[in-house]
């Protein structure tokens, strides 16, 4: 397989991935900082409120 | 005004589909991009075509959706923070395509043309994209009251109009290295050519996907982010509060 081939297939695939990567590092992180707040909330009544997530 | 939702996370079962998807695709690109046959012209660098002109259309396509979404944020009627969010969340992804347009450009052109980069019309337009955006970015994140930054924001988002335009046409406004359109050079009806049609549209299927998924991510981990901040505000309010509370009791 040609050199300059793979560097440009395997420069796509590795910066996507890395990408990708950072993406679900930083959203674990958040997730982590968040979660009491982001746990479901629900009123006395059961209704759902502000805070929870679709 | 009105708030955006904050998920709890940015995955979903929609996202896992869409995300699965855009990884089978991408691999059937590789796949099929990586088995072309040797061009007459560009040998085996023409197999560069199922990634290059998909990621490069992509970007377009995250630009497109930057503008509109900047626009129905600045229109009265339509004034929502998630327009803010997803155009922000579009245009980092888009930048993320932008680098790679160049990147899988310049590794193409070192063995076609003889060098990495040129100083040619459609290029240089990419290159001068690629930082409007990342000056957009930085604008993004530039402290200041919120509804004031996201209105700035998307008013400078509007410059990537002309700037995409002029780089999608610079092929035909300026005699270029650059190769024109690369599906109007292809002509279905030769074996050879249909080979690389369908390379370059499973490509545009792929590159499309993996927009979606990063995008959709990108904008809830950005509604995360903007809810961290608040809730950090928040909190340094009440410790402030507390402070006071406390001086005050002194005697």
């Not at chain 2, 970007?59 to 803010?84: C, G, H, I, K, N």
């Not at chain 2, 050879?192 to 369908?198: E, N, Q």
């Not at chain 2, 927009?211 to 901040?229: G, P």
């Amino acid at each position: 397989m040609n050199g300059y081939v793979s560097l440009g297939y395997g420069v796509t695939l590795a910066t996507l991935a890395v990408y990708t990567l950072r993406l679900m590092a930083r959203s674990r992180a958040l997730s982590k900082v968040l979660a009491p707040e982001l746990a479901p909330r629900t009123t006395n009544s059961g209704a759902k409120t502000e805070g929870e997530a679709p | 005004m009105t708030t955006t939702e904050t998920p709890a996370g940015i995955g979903s079962r929609g996202s896992f589909f869409l995300g699965v998807l855009a990884a089978l695709t991408l691999a059937t690109t590789v796949v099929l991009g990586l088995s072309l046959p040797l061009s007459t012209e560009q040998g085996p660098y023409s197999r560069m075509i199922a990634i290059h002109p998909p990621i490069a259309t992509t970007e377009y396509v995250a630009y497109a959706v930057t503008v509109l979404a900047s626009a129905l944020y600045l229109w009265p009627r339509t004034r929502q923070r998630r327009w803010d969010l997803l155009a922000g969340a579009s245009a980092e992804v888009g930048a993320v395509f932008t680098a790679l347009t160049l990147a899988t450009g310049s590794i193409w052109g070192r063995p076609t043309w003889g060098v990495w980069w040129v100083w040619d019309a459609r290029l240089t337009s990419t290159a001068i994209l690629f930082f409007l955006v990342l000056g957009y970015l930085a604008l993004r994140r530039v402290p200041m009251e919120l509804s004031r930054r996201s209105t700035i924001s998307a008013v400078a988002a509007l410059i990537l109009v002309p700037a995409v335009v002029v780089d999608h046409y610079a092929v035909t406004w300026w005699r270029t290295l650059h190769q024109g359109a690369s599906l109007a050079q292809l002509s279905p009806g030769k074996s050879l050519d249909g080979a690389f049609i369908a390379a370059m549209l499973v490509g545009f299927v792929a590159m499309g996907l993996v927009y979606a998924w990063l995008t959709l991510h990108r904008f809830r981990l950005a509604v995360l982010e903007e809810r961290a901040d608040i809730e950090g505000l928040d909190i340094a309010l009440e410790e402030r509060r507390a402070e006071g509370l406390e001086l005050a009791a002194r005697p």
